[in-house]
């Protein structure tokens, strides 16, 4: 069975083609800065046919198009029709209290997830619009939704309340979601790889470390709190977005400055973290660099940055009870081995005992703990279109 899995983003989509049940990947790509007049769409078959080309994509529905009428045209190099494409699953970020599990889209879901948009403004439109080019596109293929926070609605209530005024909380839905929720169960999945039993049966702390970074306790085989929270702000220090801060603190910027709340809401997701610590950049490996030859922000930035990251660990122990697994995934969890020692030095005390010289030495995933320490550590590549082709097939297989 061939399924296209879309990954629509702002100002982008990521995309694969795969067979299933297997996860062969026949076709992977993207599409950046969408909307602009140099554009980039890269694609990827199997046998090693590369496109990059640098060309106007008006909006997501052009995009989508582009995608589709490129792989119609490369049908003799692909292995397959577009014709056997039999079904589409989305990441869509925001599911609301509703939508939990990943379900075929109807009128009735695409009429909801308008309904919360508001809830993720930088997400969910992008994802409808996604949606709705696909309705046009591809006409009678199924669609599937996979939801980001979906794994964290398992969260006990004392864990997703927010102390605002009960009344309004709820009447504007208003609570500790969490996100990279599919990440996280790819996570906790590909970690049994080293394991001699399922996730199920451990503490875990899982670090998803990119550009975007979230921390989550599971608490043997349920997630049961997230640093993420109403919107992907909260948390941990990103690499554009301040993370936990004092909200008192933005409204007197927000006085001082004159900021209008379009102002507000810029600084803090897009003008902070790393970039507005380090004052060069959202690269970590650039500011790494820096470091290295004196550059204080750039020493400030990492310190700040790991000191939050233990912060959460520490916290996720407690309310665990304990630690049995840390998990580190992502862009930076997965190459910065400067990042990971960071974070784990002085976490001794709680088991936690990095092994330097196989961090040091790691490429790709593998336990980079020592043999006796008590919690193993552990680098994973999360791989969220996996998982969501999984759920896609799931869907339509049951419903056959």
């Not at 996570?187 to 921390?215: H, Q």
């Not at 379009?262 to 803090?268: E, V």
Request: with cysteine; charged share 20%; aromatic share 8%.
């Amino acid at each position: 069975m061939i399924m296209l899995v879309l990954n629509c983003g702002s100002s982008s989509v990521k995309f694969q083609v795969c067979r299933m049940p297997e996860y062969e990947v026949l076709v992977k790509g993207s599409i950046g800065k969408i909307g602009y007049s140099d554009a980039e769409f890269k694609l990827k078959i199997k046998n090693h046919v590369q496109i990059l080309e640098t060309l106007p994509i008006k909006d997501h529905e052009s995009g989508i198009d582009l995608i589709l009428n490129t792989l119609k045209s490369k049908e003799k190099s692909l292995g397959f029709a577009l014709t056997e494409l039999a079904a589409v699953g989305h990441r869509v970020v925001q599911g609301g209290e509703q939508c939990n599990d990943s379900i075929p889209i109807t009128p009735a879901v695409i009429d909801y997830i308008e309904s919360i948009k508001d809830l993720a403004p930088l997400h969910n439109p992008h994802h409808l619009s996604g949606i709705y080019a696909c309705e046009k596109l591809l006409p009678g293929i199924p669609q599937i939704a996979a939801f980001d926070n979906g794994f964290h609605m398992t969260l006990p209530r004392h864990a997703y309340l927010y102390a605002l005024p009960l009344e309004l909380t709820e009447k504007h839905k208003i609570r500790r979601y969490g996100f990279h929720g599919i990440a996280f169960r790819s996570m906790v999945t590909e970690a049994e790889k080293f394991l001699p039993k399922d996730y199920e049966g451990y503490r875990i702390v899982n670090m998803m470390l990119g550009s975007g970074t979230t921390a989550n306790a599971v608490y043997y085989g349920k997630s049961i709190d997230v640093s993420t929270g109403f919107t992907p702000q909260e948390g941990l220090i990103q690499s554009t977005r301040a993370g936990d801060m004092d909200a008192a603190a933005l409204l007197y910027l927000m006085k001082q400055e004159n900021l209008s709340l379009s102002d507000a809401d810029t600084l803090i997701n897009k003008k902070s973290g790393w970039l507005g610590l380090s004052g060069m950049g959202n690269d970590m490996r650039e500011i790494y660099e820096a470091s290295l030859i004196g550059n204080q922000r750039a020493k400030d930035t990492i310190a700040t940055v790991c000191h939050r990251f233990r912060k959460y660990i520490g916290a996720y122990a407690a309310e665990m009870g304990g630690l049995d697994l840390l998990l580190f995934s992502g862009g930076v969890g997965e190459n910065a081995w400067y990042i990971r020692e960071a974070v784990c030095t002085g976490l001794e005390f709680m088991g936690i005992v990095l092994d330097s010289q196989k961090n040091r030495e790691l490429s790709g995933e593998g336990v980079i703990s020592t043999a006796d320490s008590g919690v193993q550590i552990l680098v994973v590549s999360a791989n969220e279109e996996k998982v969501i082709a999984e759920d896609t097939f799931g869907i339509l297989s049951h419903s056959d």
